[in-house]
């Protein structure tokens, strides 16, 4: 029995908010627009950044065609990457769970509805991107979460089997992540770090975990394995 667990990316293993405000915030700034919140880009976060952009310029009353939106997301992204990831950190303990995991024989993989590109920077920055046997974007695949899809094109190349007795896990602090997860016909865990638990706990997951510490004892709980 193989045993795969997926993570999403920002909200679970790294606060990268600060950076994409600077972002976003640049970009607004050079359309004339005033800046947002970090409470404000919060609730935008979970769809990619094409859909992030589209909130930001909307919740500025601005309404650009889709044409004009890929011009603007590629904006941001390059303005993103320019922030050489300044302010992104791991939450608390997330490397130490991580390479107990790893140790103890999980395959671990990112599932994220970012780019693929800054996903890899910030792993490699960070310096846990050797612990991810595949790192995937929301530019990876035809899809994004919520499809499942995309968590299945992410286990195809972890080399799980969907026939067998392998156990497959999806780790996030979105609807976006539970639903794949439920879509994909694998177990979800919600997480809260930092924040309020309240939407963890409406996700509908197997298990919320509001600290790293606590998800190896969450994995147990829902499939019967020692995670750690």
Not at 2 to 22: C, R, S
Not at 87 to 106: F, H, I, P, S
Request: glycine share 8%; hydrophobic share 45%.
């Amino acid at each position: 029995m193989a045993k795969f667990i997926m993570f999403d990316l920002d909200g679970t293993l790294i606060d990268g908010v600060e950076d994409l405000l600077v972002a976003m915030n640049g970009l607004l700034d050079a359309h004339g627009l005033s800046a947002i919140t970090r409470h404000d880009i919060e609730a935008m976060l979970g769809d990619g950044t094409w859909m992030l952009t589209k909130r930001a310029f909307a919740k500025r009353d601005q309404t650009p065609d889709d044409a004009t939106l890929d011009e603007l997301n590629i904006d941001f992204n390059n303005r993103y990457v320019e922030t050489d990831y300044a302010y992104t950190r791991l939450y608390e303990n997330a490397e130490n769970v991580l390479r107990q995991l790893k140790a103890d024989g999980w395959t671990i993989a990112l599932a994220s509805n970012k780019p693929e590109g800054p996903c890899k920077a910030i792993l490699n920055k960070l310096g846990i991107a050797e612990l991810f046997t595949v790192i995937a974007g929301g530019n990876s695949f035809e899809v994004k979460k919520p499809d499942g899809r995309f968590l299945h094109f992410v286990l195809d190349q972890l080399g799980h089997k969907p026939d067998s007795d392998d156990i497959a896990i999806m780790v996030g602090d979105h609807a976006n992540d539970v639903n794949s997860a439920r879509d994909a016909n694998v177990h979800a865990i919600a997480v809260a770090f930092e924040v309020d638990d309240t939407r963890a706990n409406s996700l509908g997951a197997d298990a919320v975990v509001t600290a790293y510490e606590n998800l190896p004892e969450a994995i147990k709980s829902i499939t019967g394995l020692e995670a750690v």
